[in-house]
């Protein structure tokens, strides 16, 4: 079953929001990282002044939902503005239906990240429809059935 989760997008307040958020909903962190933990890709490193932001966190805030979030980054080229923050997170049961509802969605739209194994070893995507809806795609292979 592919779930949809929120997933926000921050320019260096999004840790801040997300203590917030933790606040009114409850609940721990499963996952929080910094910029700097990531591993260099394609030779490309992060400016120390990106280093303290959130490159991805997230907060179960139901049974069925994920709020989720990042900081913005200059070395991806991210930039954040209001209406321009949230996008769809889709996650798939398998890595066929995340490229079938990738394909289908970036059609006529723009690739942001074209579909591929992840650092964190998920396959993942991204993109913006013909809409200009901010989409994200992926698939665990160790995501629980």
Known sequence: MTTVNAYLTFNGHCEVAFNYYKSVFGGEFPYLGRYKEMPPMDG????????????????????????????????????????????????????????????????????????SKTFWGAYFGMCTDQFGINWMVGFEESQPK
């Open 44 to 115: 490309q490193t992060f400016p120390p002044e990106d280093g303290e932001r959130i490159m991805h966190i997230s907060l179960p805030i139901s049974k069925e939902t994920v709020l989720m979030g990042c900081d913005s980054s200059g070395a991806f080229g991210m930039t954040s503005s209001m209406g321009d923050n949230i996008s769809l997170s889709l996650n798939t049961d398998s890595q066929a239906e995340a490229d079938r509802l990738f394909n289908a969605l970036s059609k006529n739209g723009t690739v942001k990240m074209p579909m």
